[in-house]
């Protein structure tokens, strides 16, 4: 009966190849771009994420803003003194507390014959224990470094390809505005917060202070938590300490940045499952435009079959057989259109990933998961069989003379 069945539904659409083809493209198009919008959501969500992992887990970094009080504007700035008060108070949350000093943007670096302008941090060596900084080669600083003022740097994968020309530059002395260092170790270039940093050199924050005159106050400072810390209840408390020792209100946005690494974690998970929502919501909406299409070809299917359906029933066929006839190749249509569709769409992702390797964006690559391959599955089926079930139910109530005396 099956096979019969099958070759039935075969020879149909055979006869109609064009209406077949234009009845199942609303459903691979929807389908398609079902899988087109989600493999790029998730690829975004990957590349978020994955730079998010560049700091560590329970971290929060402090940035300085500007404030107003009676002189004008103020800008607010931290010092060795304020991060010793901060590590006592909160010695049973805090394992690493450590400042950052961008002594410029546009710092001019040279090596040999070659100069450009790059960005210059100054940093301890806890500073790679709350930004998961790695290096390719060489090695991060250690508290040597820092304590005795030693003229080493780390530099990231672009300030190596323009200074040194891919060549190895463990070793060598580059001059940082007239100071000479020695390079001793490379940015890694795998994740995406790593590319972030490629263009900036890293010294030991006393060698800076030392060589640069640049004064022991700062703008940004990091802090990470132990594993058991409430995360934003230390943010808080850390923040009205702030507000109190500066002297600014705790209410004014402008004076004080925060960047939580669990809030913006939680944010965007937060924010992409909202967007695949909205795609999921979508690719449903063009399924659904697709299986009014399939639904209302099968009706004219079954009105163009009618006779041929009297026939059937009068030579003994079975209501049930007459409705697995139509409903087989409702689900026919409706899946070979769909399987055609998610095989386009992951195509046409495989082809997007070729594009964005040529690329430096957020976007590494885009994919598509078992789950999601496995609800489109089964929408194609039920889609198969809501868009058969009325013209289906319509063919079992035909009257076999009736039928046979329709022109």
Same mark, same amino acid.
């Given at each position: ?249 705790? %209410?004014?946005?402008?004076? +004080?940045?925060?960047?939580? $690494? =669990?809030?913006? *974690? ?5 924010? &992409?499952? /909202? ?42 066929? %079975?209501?049930?057989?007459? +409705?697995?006839?139509?409903? $087989? =190749?409702?689900? *026919? ?5 769909? &399987?055609? /569709? ?66």
């Amino acid at each position: 009966m099956i096979t019969s069945i099958f070759l039935d539904i075969l020879s149909s659409i055979k006869q109609h190849k064009a209406r077949s083809f234009l009845t199942g493209f609303g459903i691979g198009w929807g389908i398609f771009i079902l899988v087109i919008l989600l493999g790029t959501s998730a690829g975004t969500q990957k590349g978020v994420m994955t730079m998010l992992e560049g700091f560590a887990q329970n971290s929060i970094w402090f940035y300085g803003g500007l404030t107003k009080d009676h002189d004008g504007q103020r800008k607010i700035v931290f010092d060795e003194t304020l991060l010793q008060q901060i590590a006592c108070i909160f010695k049973e949350h805090l394992i690493e507390i450590t400042p950052e000093i961008n002594l410029s943007y546009h710092t001019n670096v040279s090596y040999q014959q070659t100069s450009q302008n790059f960005s210059v941090k100054a940093v301890r060596a806890n500073y790679h224990n709350i930004k998961l900084l790695k290096v390719s080669s060489g090695r991060l600083f250690n508290e040597n470094d820092n304590k005795n003022t030693r003229n080493v740097a780390i530099v990231g994968e672009k300030v190596k390809e323009i200074l040194f020309d891919h060549k190895d530059p463990i070793g060598k002395d580059i001059c940082i505005s007239e100071e000479f260092f020695k390079v001793v170790g490379v940015l890694e270039s795998g994740s995406v917060f790593d590319q972030l940093e490629q263009g900036t050199i890293f010294i030991p924050l006393r060698t800076a202070i030392k060589n640069f005159n640049i004064g022991d106050d700062f703008s940004v400072f990091g802090v990470s938590l132990a594993p058991d810390s409430d995360v934003n209840l230390v943010e808080s408390r850390i923040k009205h300490f702030l507000a109190q020792q500066l002297s600014f209100d705790i %209410k004014d946005k402008k004076a +004080l940045y925060i960047f939580n $690494f =669990e809030q913006q *974690s939680s944010m965007f998970l937060k924010l &992409f499952e /909202g967007l695949n929502l909205f795609f999921w919501f979508i690719g449903i909406c063009l399924l659904l435009s697709g299986v009014i299409g399939v639904t209302n070809i099968m009706f004219v299917v079954v009105k163009e079959r009618t006779k041929e359906i009297g026939i059937r029933k009068a030579m003994g066929a %079975k209501p049930q057989s007459i +409705l697995a006839l139509i409903l $087989f =190749e409702s689900i *026919s249509i409706t899946v070979f259109a769909g &399987f055609l /569709g998610i095989l386009v769409g992951v195509m046409g992702l495989e082809l997007f990933d070729l594009y964005l390797q040529s690329l430096d964006m957020l976007i590494k690559d885009t994919f598509i998961n078992f789950r999601v391959v496995i609800g489109a599955l089964v929408i194609l089926v039920v889609s198969g069989l809501v868009a058969g079930l009325v013209p289906a139910n319509n063919a079992m109530k035909i009257k076999p003379i009736k039928a046979i005396q329709t022109e």
